[in-house]
T-cell receptor, first 114, second 113 residues
């Protein structure tokens, strides 16, 4: 069974803090990796794709370790508006095949306090 | 900014009734998906659609479910005979490529009573 595992949290942090989320995935054939954020009762919104070399988008940094099948997200200088559930998402790749559908983790809840 | 739109935002239906959930994917996207999220649980894949046919479906997507692209813009999910356990948020998504980033609609909350 292909799974994506995340610490559910909640992570309660003060404004300005740095917070890191981790995720592991079971399908070693997966080729695409993403972080989405989801606000309560809303749709998942793409935060960023995760590339092998690691990538940064403003205050957000994502890392991928294919050998360990591990993905991370670092948020620096947390804002109140960062409060949401962060979803680790991996594509459901089959060896020799192509697949675009996504496997979602349960998400890690972040609450940023004033 | 282009977006995926879904209607209705909320649908209440009686058990055993048929429902059709509608989606308009982003116009230049070629891959379309339906996902669902039961309250408090993770987002689950239902079906993917490309070139006017289903390309992959999960074990959730049984004979009660069907998808259709009736015209050049709409993408629909039909549940033939709804069950209580079909109550969930249903998200439509689309992507430009098969491994590309998927963009989600705002969802249809289906409540089966």
């Amino acid at each position: 069974r292909k799974e994506v595992e995340q610490d559910p949290g909640p992570f309660n942090v003060p404004e300005g803090a740095t917070v890191a989320f981790n995720c592991t995935y079971s399908n070693s054939a997966s080729q695409s990796f993403f972080w989405y954020r989801q606000d309560c009762r809303k749709e998942p919104k793409l935060l960023m794709s995760v590339y092998s070399s690691g990538n940064e988008d403003g205050r957000f940094t994502a890392q991928l370790n294919r050998a360990s099948q591990y993905i991370s997200l670092l948020i620096r200088d947390s804002k109140l508006s960062d409060s949401a559930t962060y979803l680790c998402v991996v594509n459901d790749q089959n060896y020799g095949g192509s697949q675009g559908n996504l496997i979602f983790g349960k998400g890690t809840k972040l609450s940023v306090k004033p | 900014e282009p977006e995926v739109t879904q209607t209705p935002s909320h649908q209440v239906t009686q058990m055993g009734q048929e429902v059709i959930l509608r989606c308009v994917p982003i116009s230049n996207h070629l891959y379309f998906y339906w996902y669902r999220q039961i309250l408090g649980q993770k987002v689950e894949f239902l079906v993917s659609f490309y070139n006017n046919e289903i390309s992959e479906k999960s074990e959730i997507f049984d004979d009660q479910f069907s998808v259709e692209r009736p015209d050049g813009s709409n993408f629909t999910l039909k549940i033939r005979s709804t069950k209580l356990e079909d109550s969930a948020m249903y998200f439509c998504a689309s992507s430009e490529g098969e491994k590309g980033e998927a963009f989600f609609g705002q969802g249809t909350r289906l409540t089966v009573v």
